[in-house]
């Protein structure tokens, strides 16, 4: 729901109003995302739709707090450090934002995979989701205590993620072409000959079924 309109007084107001409202919403991401991993591990469909339902609430709130921000920008035309707090605020929500859209992909999908038996590999991403929860409360933390310190730390740790990442990728990308390429893959048949052994593409040429067929 998106939150009561105000009447911005002094620029104190406005500044806490603008960052009660990213808070607010990170908030609402980390928990879309909770549910929707959730509902991939523990198979719920209803955690599922209730992460897709609450991403509206967090689109709501991203377009309030951008009109909000200008409208700060405009009335009290902050410079320095009031208009990096201003801005820091503007350009936060739009990543909240899509963060609650990856927690939306990830229960969408969930709900598909849930319509078939159990996989034991999803646990794989136990880590992962872990790791960039982490970084993403230290994030949002930083945000809100001016801790310079530990954004940079957070920007550093995402390099840990990204390697995470691209080697599970890379592995399961070679496994799945290790099947591709299987002899028991239908794509392919094997011919044997005493002498070699050796792959032929299977014939599209439908077989003659008729009675005037030539014997082979």
């Known amino acids: 729901m998106t939150p009561a309109k105000h009447i911005l007084g002094t620029f104190d ?7 009660n409202n990213v808070l607010m919403m990170a908030g609402l991401a980390e928990r879309t ?19 897709i339902a609450d991403d509206e609430e967090i689109d709501q709130l991203e377009k309030q707090i951008d009109k909000d921000g200008v409208d700060v920008l405009l009335r009290f035309q902050p ?32 709900r598909k995979l849930n319509r078939h038996p159990p996989l034991p590999e999803v646990e794989i991403i136990v880590t992962i989701q872990a790791h960039a929860m ?3 409360k230290d994030s949002v933390d930083a945000f ?11 920007v550093a740790r995402d390099k840990d993620l990204d390697y995470m990442n691209k080697n599970l990728i890379f592995i399961s990308r070679c496994l799945e072409r290790v099947g591709a390429h299987s002899p028991t893959s239908p794509k392919t048949r094997f011919t044997r000959l005493p002498w070699k052994t ?13 009675r005037f067929a030539m014997r082979r």
């Open 33 to 51: 995302l909770d549910r929707a991993v959730k509902g991939l591990l523990q198979r719920d469909d209803s955690l599922c739709t209730t992460a």
């Open 79 to 110: 410079v320095a450090s009031d208009l990096r707090r201003v801005v820091a605020a503007m350009k936060l929500s739009p990543n909240i934002e899509r963060i609650a859209d990856q927690a939306t992909n990830i229960a969408r999908r969930a």
């Open 13 to 19: 107001e406005a500044l806490s109003s603008l960052r």
């Open 134 to 136: 982490a970084m993403f």
């Open 144 to 154: 809100a205590r001016e801790d310079v310190d530990l954004g940079r730390e957070v």
């Open 198 to 210: 050796f792959v032929t593409k299977p014939s599209r040429r439908p077989a003659d079924k008729s």
